[in-house]
C-alpha cells in the first residue's frame, strides 16, 4: 500500500544504482495517477513489473524525509489521524471495514462542515513569494492524486523538478457543500468559484511557519513536526520500474 511505498521510498533515498517497483495491494492507485497510460490491471500484473522498464521520479523532502505521493496539513491530516485509530479499533467489524471509502467521504464531508476555526500559516516560495492566511488545507504534491482519487493537484507532474503547492483559503460555511464538490471531482482549476478560495503553484523549494507544531500526513503517514520546516523537490531522486504489457511482447515476438 501506499504506507509501505513511503517507507520503502524513505530507506533507499541516497541509494545508487537501485531500482524499485510498486504494486498497489489496497485498490489505492493514487501514486499510479503519474503515469496515466497505465490501466490498473497492467499495474496489478506481476509478470508485467518483472518485465518493466526503469523512470527517473522526483522525490518531495520535507526536513530529512521523503514523501513521493502527496504530503498535507490541515483538516485532510486530520482524517487521516482519524481513520488510523479508527481501523485499528474496527477491523473485525466487517460492514465498517468493506465499506471504508465510504465513510471517508462523509466524514471529510463533516469536518469540512465543522473545522471553522482559523488555523493560520506563512509560506515562503522560492525563497521570495509569500502567502501568509488562515487555511483549510494544505497540500505539497508530487502527483495529481491522493485519498483514494482525490485530484488536489491537477497539474502535477513526477519528474518536472517541482512540487505543487495547493493552498485552500478558509471559506464561508455557506460555500463547504459546493467547495466540497469542486474539491472532490478536482475541478479547482476550471471552476471560477473555487479560484477565490485557492491559491496553485510551482514551487522548487518552500519555507512554512506556522503558530504551533503540527502533523504532517506523507503518503498517508503522519508526523508530528515543529513550527517551522522545509519543503524541496529532489529532481530524479529514484528510479522506479514501471509495468508493461507482457501479452503485447509476446504477440510482438510472434
Known sequence: NLESLHFTVNALA???????????CDGNYDFFSAFPEL???KIMNIDNLL?????DIDLVKINERYCVNVAYIGIDTNISRFFYHLFRLCRWFSFFHLNQQ????WFNFLLFMFDMQPNSIRIRINGYALLEDSYTAVMFANTQKYGTGTTCAPLAKIDDGLVDLLFI????????IKMFNIYWNGRILEDDYARNYIEYRHCMNIEVETPESMFIAMDNVIYLYDKQFSIQSIPAAL???LPVDTDAMIDDRR
Request: charge should be positive; glycine fraction near 12%.
Open 239 to 241: 528510479r522506479l520500474l
Open 169 to 176: 483559503k478558509k471559506f464561508p460555511l455557506q460555500a463547504v
Open 14 to 24: 541516497g541509494a545508487s544504482g537501485v531500482e524499485f517497483g510498486f504494486l498497489p
Open 102 to 105: 465510504w465513510f471517508k467521504r
Open 39 to 41: 490501466p490498473a490491471s
Open 51 to 55: 518485465y518493466g522498464r526503469t523512470v
